[in-house]
C-alpha cells in the first residue's frame, strides 16, 4: 500500500521523490540522495537549508515564528523561501529549487 503523502520534485537536481505525510522537506531531500545544506542539523539555527518553493507551497505546513524570525535575521525573507528542516509535507505535489540565491 503506497503510504500517504506528497511527491516531492527537487531541482536542479531533477529528482522526484514520495514523501511522508509530516515529514520535513530536508529529510525528503537527503533520503533520496538530494544534497541540501544542514549545518545545524535541522534546529532552525542556520538558514543554510534555505530552499524556493516553486509550487505546492499550500501542501507545507504554514511557516512558525522561529523559522520566520531566522530568515528575517539572515535577510532572506521572502514568500517563496524557506527552510527545508521545518517546512513539513503534508500532500500534494510539490517543486522545489534546493540551494538558490536565497538573498533575494
Ligand atoms: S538546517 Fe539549519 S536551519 Fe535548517
Redesign the pocket.
Known sequence: MKPAGASVTFLPANVTAAAVKGESL?DCALAHGVRIE????????????CVRIIAGNEALSVPEAPELD?LTLEGRHGTALR????ALVFYGDILVETNPDCSS
Not at 38 to 49: D, H, M, N, R, V
Not at 83 to 86: D, E, G, S, V
Request: aromatic residues 0%; glycine residues 12%; charged residues 10%.
Open positions: 530536508l544542514c549545518e545545524c542539523g535541522g534546529s532552525c539555527a542556520c538558514t543554510t537549508c531566522r527552510l527545508a528542516c521545518q
